[in-house]
C-alpha cells in the first residue's frame, strides 16, 4: 500500500522531462534496499530472537502505513512542486 501511494504521488509530482530518472533511482533504491534490510533482520535475529524483529519490523510497517497518509494529504502546504502552467500539477489553478 505504502509503496504503490508513493510511486503514484512522484509520478504526479515529477516533471515529466524528469519523470524517467526519478522513477529509475526510485526503483533502484526501493528494491536495492531490501537485501541489505533482510542482513540486518537475520544479525538482530541472532542477537535478539526471531520473534522480536519480526514484532519490531511489523510494528515499523504499521508506522509507514499510519505516516504515508498522513503526509501525501500535506503535499500541498509545505513542499509544493506545482508551479502555474507546470504539466505535472493535477489540481485545477484558482481563478
Known sequence: MTACTENTLIQTMVDEDKRGRVMSFFG?????????GSLLAGWLAGIVGVRAVVTGSGALVL??????????????DTHDPCT???VSCRRPRPG
Do not use: E, H, I, L
Not at 63 to 76: A, F, I, L, Q, T
Open 28 to 36: 533502484m533504491a526501493f528494491q536495492g534496499a531490501a537485501p541489505f
Open 63 to 76: 508506522v509507514g502505513g499510519w505516516c504515508s497518509p498522513r503526509n501525501s494529504r500535506d503535499c500541498g
Open 84 to 86: 502555474p502552467g507546470s
